[in-house]
């Protein structure tokens, strides 16, 4: 069975940093891509972030471009996020995920097809 859970939020200042963590079981990181998304209160979900199967490439998406990185523990099963320079709008629940990359038409979507439950980062301003 696929099983993810994200951890690691928490309370953070504007400017700071925080690492998440991603700790998945039924699988291995060869089966499936992960990703990380957020859903903030009142608002859509946003795609944060997505390895690509084909070419180990990541997406970020355009609000964390630059401020965000993953990276992976292959033995450990585990994902990371690492976040800097924190903005009050990323505050939000983070979860990760499997993640795939589709096309339709003209439009690239990450689709998220497992997650667990999540976490919850606040950043005060």
């Known amino acids: 069975e696929v099983q993810l859970q994200a951890f690691g939020g928490g309370l953070v200042q504007a400017g700071g940093s925080l690492r998440l963590s991603c700790a998945a079981s039924?699988?291995?990181?060869?089966?499936?891509?992960i990703g990380w998304f957020r859903q903030a209160p009142g608002k859509e979900r946003e795609g944060v972030s997505c390895?690509?199967?084909?070419?180990?490439?990541?997406y970020y998406a355009d609000s964390v471009k630059g401020r965000f990185a993953t990276s992976s523990d292959n033995a450990k099963n585990t994902e990371y996020l690492q976040m800097n320079s924190l903005k009050p709008e990323d505050t939000a629940v983070y979860y990760c995920g499997t993640c795939r990359r589709e096309v339709y038409g003209t439009d690239v979507v990450y689709e998220y097809d497992h997650w667990g439950q999540g976490t919850l980062v606040t950043v005060s301003s």
């Open positions: 390895i690509s199967s084909t070419d180990g490439s990541t």
């Open positions: 039924g699988f291995t990181f060869d089966d499936y891509a």
